[in-house]
């Protein structure tokens, strides 16, 4: 079985640019997270989709991240305009129904903001 | 909001030696998972644990959900061992709460 893959591995961007991360869950999982990692810290989440809809965004910074899962499988993750404060790692996890189920990682986006 | 709280933060340990590490979490939960972070950052599920005890070959897990702890136990260490350890709970309400780790360093 596939895991829940990733691309790019790695981004280097100057502050201001866009930057937009891709991940693909395991097939048949219902539920897609996007967690910020920062050097040092545990992963923190920002957005829990379920199918293609929202539920749970707070940890967003709605004013310059954005996310979509479109047909309730992919999805991408945008940043936009990026600070020096996102350089971190982007992991995608998904789980089968929901967080009270287990949650498999993918192997994240490294990004640095220069 | 929930607080989980992991220890100890650090630990070097020799080849072949045990190690316990302590999760606590200060409410109830739903669900709780130890992965281990390897050196090129990817988190490996070790266990899927909410209660009771569960054992993968060196390792083993404990949860004590009415006390609020979770013990990751991991027996005749290798190098392989290195890296950092997380619990994440999952407490309602769509929130996945991670720890801050317990960084392993296991020396040959």
């Known amino acids: 079985e596939a895991g829940v893959a990733q691309s790019p591995r790695y981004k280097i961007i100057e502050k201001r640019q866009s930057v937009a991360f891709w991940c693909n869950p395991i097939s048949g999982h219902a539920t897609l997270y996007w967690y910020q990692q920062i050097l040092g810290q545990g992963p923190k989440l920002l957005i829990q989709f379920q199918n293609n809809g929202v539920v749970d965004d707070s940890q967003l910074p709605k004013d310059r991240f954005s996310a979509e899962r479109l047909k309730g499988v992919d999805s991408t993750l945008k940043i936009q305009p990026a600070k020096l404060e996102d350089s971190a790692v982007y992991l995608c996890?998904?789980?089968?129904?929901?967080?009270?189920?287990?949650?498999?990682f993918g192997p994240g986006t490294r990004l640095t903001v220069t | 909001g929930i607080q989980v709280e992991q220890s100890p933060p650090d630990l070097i340990l020799q080849e072949g030696a045990n190690s316990t590490l302590r999760c606590n979490f200060s409410d109830s939960v739903n669900n709780l998972q130890w992965f281990h972070q390897n050196p090129w950052g990817q988190l490996i599920n070790l266990f899927y644990i909410p209660s009771g005890t569960k054992q993968n070959g060196r390792l083993s897990a404990t949860t004590v959900a009415t006390e609020r702890y979770s013990l990751l136990y991991i027996s005749s260490s290798q190098t392989t061992d290195s890296g950092v350890y997380f619990c994440a709970v999952y407490t309602g309400g769509f929130k996945t709460i991670f720890g801050a780790g317990t960084r392993l360093f296991v020396k040959a």
């Open positions: 996890a998904s789980s089968a129904i929901g967080p009270s189920y287990e949650q498999y």
